[in-house]
């Protein structure tokens, strides 16, 4: 891997593979150790049937790695690959003397395996297509999007919008998906791209929304209405959750929010239920990795009377840092599991929550 960022910049960590029992208050067994050279920023599984062992991550030196886990093996997680934004982008994208590129988060495509969305603390929201798993990658050095400063998070959202051609009766293979970003410039951004036969084309020009009264950090497409206006929750510094409603064309309209009492760092959807019924026309609850204020798990709602509302369903309060990041156990019934982390303090935090 080709790197042109200075010593100086890197930070000695690990990545650590954990191990719990079945049963809550089990202490974890340290599966696996993998040495890095710099700081790990963001860590996804590829959410893709066929993919699911693969694992991705992102550094504080513009670094993409790619990771295979097998469990049942002696060491279960396996390196696949890394490249860095200048080998990446056939060094279109070099950072200049003291400066640093940190990539500081990124999105899984929802229905292509082998595309990404990454981030970066200079305000951009690059493309990744990953041909292969262990071989060249691709990163489109033209932004797809640029916040004025950091940009913190993004996703890609599946978007039924019509495509736009100069020649509506030309067959053509497009992938039409929108993009969506958070930076510290307090505003979400979007995009609407296609992607033809192994070219990107941005067709309409970003689109911004202000209702934020700090960065915004999290992002989480819920669902596109029959009228294709999609749904979209944020997260902010600010300590609220918002829901904005995004129509194919024109400027996001903010529905409804609530203050979570901290930051709200990350949004990991637990359910959704759009099957109405008396109490409401349709239901998501989610998982808020809230800073300073630890975990909450939150309930959003549209009422039979079409009111929004957030509500706070629980909230886990034992760390003594900074929440940045939390999870749950898939196919859960009544009871969720959670893992949620803290930064200074080093704590991993196992808890249920009942869901009934």
Known sequence: MASSFSQS?????????LSFGSRMGICEIRVQTVPQPSALLDLRFNPHDGHRDICAV????ATLALYRLSPGEEEPLTHLNTMDIAAMSHNEIQPTPGEEILFTSFGWHPSRADMMVITTSTGHVYFVQLAT????????????????????????????????RADETKETKELSFRVYSG??????????????EGSLAQSLPALESRGHDAGVTAILPLFAQEDNHELVVTGSYDEYIRLFLVPPFGRPKNLAEGMLGGGVWRLNLIDLDTNSCPSYSWRARILASCMHAGSRVVELLRTAAGEYRFKVLGRF?????????????????NRLSVVSTSFYDKLLCLWEF???
């Open 317 to 333: 309060e034992e760390h003594k840092s900074m929440n940045y990041g939390s999870d749950f156990q898939p196919g859960w019934k």
């Open 354 to 356: 009942d869901m009934a």
């Open 9 to 17: 910049s890197r930070r000695t960590v690990t990545a650590a593979l």
């Open 58 to 61: 992102v550094s504080s030196t």
């Open 183 to 196: 930076g510290d410039d307090s505003m979400l951004r979007s995009r609407t791209c296609n992607w033809n």
């Open 133 to 164: 798993l262990d071989g060249d990658w691709e990163l489109n050095s033209e932004p797809i999007i640029t916040h004025t400063l950091e940009a913190w998070c993004a996703v890609i959202s599946s978007v039924p919008t019509a495509l736009i």
